[in-house]
Structures are given as structure tokens and as C-alpha cells.
T-cell receptor, first 111, second 113 residues
């Protein structure tokens, strides 16, 4: 079972920031927070991951609370192409492990 | 970045026939690959773990004789759906890990008629 909870769906206006929350209150000390997204009928795409520090790359920012029990993925300027299902996933430092997907958040970016 | 390629992207087959899906890691070697299945409006579910040079490991409830997995080389894993039935119609996705990330194929939409 997935160890994260996310809202089922969210809407965001095009050009505005999309803030996607994720709760992971039972996270272990060696577990990273990963975010993937899946555009309709495609394979999941990596977005970002982090352990405890905030992270930023060209796609998004990841804000992890100090107690690590929750995090927020931020897409700074959402476009219509960002409409997808976003998955927040915990994974330990065994890099040979598979990813366990929960239901994710269906983000709709509206014009 | 690393790329995982899956082929075919879409296939329609008749009931009772077999279908083979290929998953290749294009620019890295993968001793382990994963196969997932996704039904409409549902999340990805792990079916099996493919191990180069040894038998695949199947998740509970997945029939190993129906979903044959072969990991013949460090860059290729294949999933064969044998004696396909309409209830096998689904979106099949493979992945391989490199360093800290998992890279996913484009997926294969299987329709059994």
C-alpha cells in the first residue's frame, strides 16, 4: 500500500502556480520523497525528489516540512501541458527497489 | 537523461493469441526491470520484477504462466501475455532504475478482442 495521501483532484489556472500537497506522516528516516507525473496514456515522468531539504529544478520545486511528515510540489507557472496525474511516492535508499504508486492527484490546468 | 523504450505502443489481438511486449534501456544497463499494469482510471500496479539471468519475481495474484517474462540481456526485458483474454486488456508499463531514479517506458495499450 502507498504510504502517502494526496487530494484526488485539483484545478489550477494557466500561468498560476500549482501547489500539490502530499501527506506522509509515517515516513522513515531513510525514505526519500519522489514526485512523478503521468500524462494521459503515457508512462510516468520523473519530476523531482528530496530527503529533507527543499529542492528545485527546471520543472518544479519541492518543499518538505521540517518534520518530514508532508511536502508540497510547486509548479511555478502551470501550462495546459502540465495537466496530468501527479504521484507522491516514498522510497528508501535501496535504489534497486520498485516504486509503489498510490492514486495520485489529477491536476487540471484550466485556460 | 536515461531512456527506456517500450514496443509496441499499441496492439490489438484476438482472444487466445499471445502478445509480446519489449522493454529496452537505451543508454544504460539494467539488471532489474519492473512491469506494471494499469487499468482505466486506476493507478499503476506492480506485476513482476524482471531479473537478468534469473527467474522473474511475480506479485501475488499474477499468474506466472500467463505473463511470461524474459530478461535476456542487460538492456532488454520482454513480457509475453499468453492466451490473451479480453480481461487482459490494459496499459502495460515497464521501468528500470538508474542511480536514484526510475525511468519508465511509454507504455503499451493492449486490447484483446
Amino acid at each position: 500500500d502507498a504510504k502517502t495521501t494526496q487530494p484526488t483532484s485539483m484545478d489550477c489556472a494557466e500561468g498560476r502556480a500549482a501547489n500539490l500537497p502530499c501527506n506522509h506522516s509515517t515516513i522513515s528516516g531513510n525514505e526519500y520523497v519522489y514526485w512523478y507525473r503521468q500524462i494521459h496514456s503515457q508512462g510516468p515522468q520523473y519530476i523531482i525528489h528530496g530527503l529533507k531539504n527543499n529542492e528545485t529544478n527546471e520543472m518544479a520545486s519541492l518543499i518538505i516540512t521540517e518534520d518530514r511528515k508532508s511536502s508540497t510540489l510547486i509548479l511555478p507557472h502551470a501550462t495546459l501541458r502540465d495537466t496530468a496525474v501527479y504521484y507522491c511516492i516514498l522510497r528508501g535508499d535501496n535504489y534497486g527497489q520498485n516504486f509503489v504508486f498510490g492514486p495520485g492527484t489529477r491536476l487540471s490546468v484550466l485556460p | 537523461g536515461a531512456v527506456v523504450s517500450q514496443h509496441p505502443s499499441r496492439v490489438i489481438c484476438k482472444s487466445g493469441t499471445s502478445v509480446k511486449i519489449e522493454c529496452r534501456s537505451l543508454d544504460f544497463q539494467a539488471t532489474t526491470m519492473f512491469w506494471y499494469r494499469q487499468f482505466p482510471k486506476q493507478s499503476l500496479m506492480l506485476m513482476a520484477t524482471s531479473n537478468e539471468g534469473s527467474k522473474a519475481t511475480y506479485e501475488q495474484g499474477v499468474e506466472k504462466d500467463k505473463f511470461l517474462i524474459n530478461h535476456a540481456s542487460l538492456t532488454l526485458s520482454t513480457l509475453t501475455v499468453t492466451s490473451a483474454h479480453p480481461e487482459d486488456s490494459s496499459f502495460y508499463i515497464c521501468s528500470a532504475n538508474r542511480d536514484t531514479e526510475a525511468f519508465f517506458g511509454q507504455g503499451t495499450r493492449l486490447t484483446v478482442v
